[in-house]
């Protein structure tokens, strides 16, 4: 007896079956992804970290020190090459770190919650950690920056420490403002911070147009900023963006970028290499000392940031969708394994 079967002549059952496992991996690769977002995208900041107070108030527990060191990491992009410098910083006698923006690829819950998963298992900093804001880090629709300092802290804040003092602003170019942060920044001229303080740091995420060197963005009140980091007589200003490194000094000032964390370096023949700064800091003097690494591009974590970034966050804004999909595939691959049985069982029929 011949039996009937519901695949045409020319289709061949291991057509079939490819099409079951290539169903299945997919099916499979959800089951991974809610599996995943379960385990790790719950993750928060570790308790030395962000720009909250209790952050800031650890180190002025601190006792007094002859030197310290700190780091100052830019444009990461939150995955395989920063993991090789947060493996070698661990290692370091550091007071702290500070992350100069785009530590993630762009403003969303999904690159956010992928960044806090990594900071908490791969890079676990055993000493602060402070975040600038950067212009890859929000987005007025989707990660704004309200809701950036709801899970970073402020984005314009400073502290002492060891009789120094370091500024943190929120320099960004269109369509945010640079002006709460010149406010900021003004106000320590009138204190007359550099007659209190031996050293002073200023950071931001965007250099100003100091040198023709660094292909620095546009911002509001780039000549302000200059004129003011003139006043408050800053020994640095640090900041990221630029993808590689510079050195510039202007009068009293060393401007200082640093942004070969991990992303895509900037294609220039000057300062064209991934690194993080350690700066060390005596009564007497800055040195900065480079810690150079190669670039690392782990398929590991780009999995990882695919789940938690991209693929959940569309599978929960499609769930109806995915669903249907859903129970329209498992329909399919049932459909084709009867198909395959059906078939075998034929061939073996005529066989015998």
Sequence with gaps: MRIPTIFPKWFSPWVSILFIFLMLLFLGFEVYAMLWYHFKGHEELLPLSGNFLHVREELTREKPKEEFRFAVIGDTKSAGTFEKIARELREEPLSFVVFLGDFVRRGTEGEHRYFKAEFATEFAFPFPSFFLMGNHDVDVNTFPISRFEEVYGPSIFSFEYQGSLFIFLRILDKPYSTKESLQFLEKFISEDASSRYRKIFVFSHIPPPVSSQIDAREFEGAEEFISLVKRVQADYVITGDYHGYARIKKGHTVYLVTGGGGAHLKKSKYGCFHH?????????????????????????????RFVLADMYPWMKEHFLILSFLNIILFARVIWLGIGVVSRLLTVFARNA
């Design 276 to 304: 993080a700064m350690v700066i060390n800091v005596s009564r007497e003097k800055v040195s900065e000392n480079i810690l150079f690494v190669n670039r690392n591009e782990d398929m590991e974590d780009r999995v990882e």
